[in-house]
């Protein structure tokens, strides 16, 4: 059973107290997207939950396993993975390549037959097997992302964080990401979704987090965060040009 337990996490950058003590739990395979007005802290609570940057306190556990202190192959291995909200690649290795690279380091126990296999399931679930002798770095921003996202089915994590998956991505290629979304939650994964993208979040979670200038405000089922007079005022607050929830 999954359990993710993040507890009174801060983090302070110098005078800027970027997350403010953000308490939640996620238990079981739950789709959840976290919003919040640019600047929240949204990307800074990612980087503390995959192991790039360290707390300056709190907590956060993967079962009974303390990860907060772990660096992110550490939690790569504990099952927690993150694509980024610009994505990465490596660029002068094949598309194929690129999928071995994070089962290999990771310790593949698999025979090379039994890689390959596996690898090219992924890229015909993801619609991109016919770019599997290209670079990387010849893939289109769309395509780069489903590679991202390939490699994430590779290591088969816990719990997966999607940083912007929609962000730039063709209509075609959108429905390719709807489809794996739903394919790692029916395989019994938790999904936390981070998107600017407003029906994209509550067409797909199932729960919300709200963060705000480093507070979660709200948490809980999309149509009543929707309702928060608290989310409200944050997005009408924010930054003109902000999407609000519709
Ligand atoms: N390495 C850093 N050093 C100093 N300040 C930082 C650093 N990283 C982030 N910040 C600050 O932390 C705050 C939160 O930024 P963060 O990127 O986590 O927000 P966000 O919610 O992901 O925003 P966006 O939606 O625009 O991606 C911002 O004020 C940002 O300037």
């Known amino acids: 059973m999954i359990h ?11 005078g800027n107290h970027v997350l403010k003590g953000v308490n939640f739990e996620i238990n079981g395979p739950e789709l959840i997207g976290l919003i919040g007005p640019n600047g929240a802290g949204k990307t800074t609570m990612t980087n503390i939950l995959d192991g790039a940057i360290k707390p300056t306190s709190g907590t956060v556990y993967l079962g009974e396993k303390r990860i907060d202190q772990l660096q992110p192959f550490e939690v790569a291995r ?35 037959a039994e890689l390959r296999d596996k690898a090219m399931g992924v890229l015909e679930f993801l619609t991109i097997d016919h770019l599997r002798n290209e670079y990387a770095q010849a893939l289109s921003g769309g395509q780069q992302k489903l590679l991202e996202l390939g490699r994430l089915l590779m290591l088969n994590p816990d719990v997966i964080i999607l940083d912007e998956p929609f962000a730039g991505v063709h209509p075609r290629l959108m429905e390719v990401i709807y489809a794996y979304i739903q394919r790692v939650n029916d395989e019994g994964k938790a999904i936390i979704i981070i998107s600017h993208q407003m029906d994209s979040i509550f067409s797909l979670s199932q729960r919300l987090l709200v963060l705000n200038f480093g507070d979660l405000i709200a948490d809980g089922p999309p149509e009543d965060v ?11 607050g924010a930054e003109e040009g902000e999407e609000a929830p519709a």
């Not at 993710?4 to 110098?14: C, D, I, P, S």
């Not at 929707?226 to 009408?236: C, G, R, S």
């Open 4 to 14: 993710l337990k993040v507890t009174n996490l801060q983090k302070r950058f110098g």
């Open 78 to 112: 504990a099952g927690l993975g993150r694509t980024f909200q610009v994505t990465r690649s490596f660029r002068r290795m094949t598309v194929l390549e690129n999928l071995y690279v994070p089962a290999l380091a990771m310790g593949n126990t698999h025979g090379q």
């Open 226 to 236: 929707k309702n928060d007079p608290a989310v409200i005022e944050a997005y009408l």
